[in-house]
Nanobody
Framework: EVRLVESGGGLVQAGGSMRLSCLVS????????VGWFRQAPGKGREQITS????????YYADSVRGRFTISSDDATSTVYMQMNDLKFEDTGDYYC??????????????????WGQGTQVTVSS
């Protein structure tokens, strides 16, 4: 029933900006958490940010704090991640994920119930 679809990835110059979207459909709970993860070539998966719908509790990884901003639009069930001042090391595959049954632990992808297909972000030097 639940489906997450990312969009907005592509190629961008270092120092530029990009906004990723995550459309969530088929959810059965009013309270849930959406997180963004990324995986760079040859690197492990890391959590970038997350937002909880009940109280808008936010998390940002140190590597993106001050540059990335997560937000949600309840009317359209869409979570956005605005990325500014992009760096070469931001390059990777970006995924959104949702947890509907409990609040996921920071950095624990296994705590999320559903995942999108991913979208690639390439930052050129």
């Amino acid at each position: 029933e639940v489906r997450l679809v990312e969009s907005g990835g592509g190629l961008v110059q270092a120092g530029g900006s990009m906004r990723l979207s995550c459309l969530v459909s088929g959810g059965t709970f009013d309270i849930y958490t959406v997180g963004w993860f990324r995986q760079a070539p040859g690197k492990g998966r890391e959590q970038i940010t997350s937002i909880r719908t009940s109280d808008r509790k936010l998390y940002y990884a140190d590597s993106v704090r001050g540059r990335f901003t997560i937000s949600s639009d309840d009317a359209t069930s869409t979570v956005y991640m605005q990325m500014n001042d992009l760096k070469f090391e931001d390059t990777g595959d970006y995924y959104c994920a949702a947890s509907f049954y409990s609040t996921p632990r920071i950095g624990r992808g296994e705590d999320y119930d559903y995942w999108g297909q991913g979208t690639q972000v390439t930052v050129s030097s």
